[in-house]
């Protein structure tokens, strides 16, 4: 089958609108930084094996960021500095190597399948769009994790009913905070007067980014944090009310 690849840039979890050219530039810039940095590490590590087997004759690993305690104990004082140059230069790298994942993360390409003798490139920006609408998907994959890491209760044992029960207890706690959340996003919409509707007025099929256009939404933690709240403080006055 044939099909059109389309690369965006920045399109999740970023703020930035940079090109593809800029990223380019950036990874080689990064890279070229990354080789840099190994050949001088591995050359501070060769002179700090060298000059420790003149002063010393007891072996000595080479340096690094382990969890382990660092050595703290030197022949003298240029020992201790190429010490430190190694450990300077592995964290040097380090960083690197994190901006470098970051570079990697920020372009995701999509697949974008292909009608027969159609050309991509006489309209690219509808195939952008084809990438970008799928980025404006309902995002079930966060709900279903969700469920599982913050709804559900976690539970030990060999019964299976246990767990279903659990599973079906967050699902059900997860869908009240749906109906809690939108009943949320309507008052506000009212407020400022804005469109009702849950959908994209421009690209009807897409739904609408309420997290982006809103700001301090309840998020599940919080919503689960106040649902405990309420329930103590009901259970309590009911206590109370029996008491008395």
């Known amino acids: 089958m044939s099909y059109a690849c389309v ?3 920045d399109e999740y979890r970023s703020k930035k609108q940079r090109s593809l050219d800029e990223i380019r530039a950036q990874a080689k810039e990064t890279q070229a930084s990354i080789d840099k940095t190994t050949r001088a590490m591995h050359d501070a590590q060769a002179e700090y094996l060298k000059y420790h087997s003149r002063k010393s004759k007891k072996p000595v690993a080479v340096p690094s960021l382990g969890r382990g305690r660092q050595r703290w104990k030197f022949a003298d004082g240029k020992e201790k500095q190429l ?3 190694c450990m300077d230069l592995q964290r040097e790298l380090k960083r690197l190597e994190k901006k470098k994942s970051s570079i990697i993360s920020s372009v995701v390409f999509f ?3 292909l009608r027969v003798n159609e ?3 006489k309209d690219s920006e ?3 769009s084809f990438a970008k609408d799928y980025h404006s998907r309902w995002g079930i994959e966060n709900d279903i994790k969700t469920i599982k890491h913050v709804f559900r209760r ?3 044992g060999r019964k299976p009913i246990k767990r279903q029960l659990a599973i079906v207890q967050g699902m059900i706690i997860h869908d009240y905070r749906k109906v809690a959340r939108k009943a949320e996003i309507m008052t506000r919409l009212r407020a400022i007067k804005s469109p009702t509707i849950s959908w994209n007025l421009k690209r009807p099929w897409n739904r609408r980014k309420f997290g982006k256009e809103m700001s301090n939404l309840h998020s599940p933690v919080r919503f689960l944090i106040t649902t405990w709240c309420y329930a103590i403080t ?3 006055t009911d206590k109370l009310k029996d008491e008395f």
Do not use: G, N, Y
């Open 126 to 128: 509808t195939f952008i």
């Open 7 to 9: 690369a965006l840039i």
């Open 111 to 113: 697949a974008v399948s």
């Open 234 to 236: 009901l259970t309590i």
């Open 154 to 156: 976690h539970v030990h």
């Open 119 to 121: 050309d991509p490139t």
């Open 83 to 85: 010490f430190r140059e």
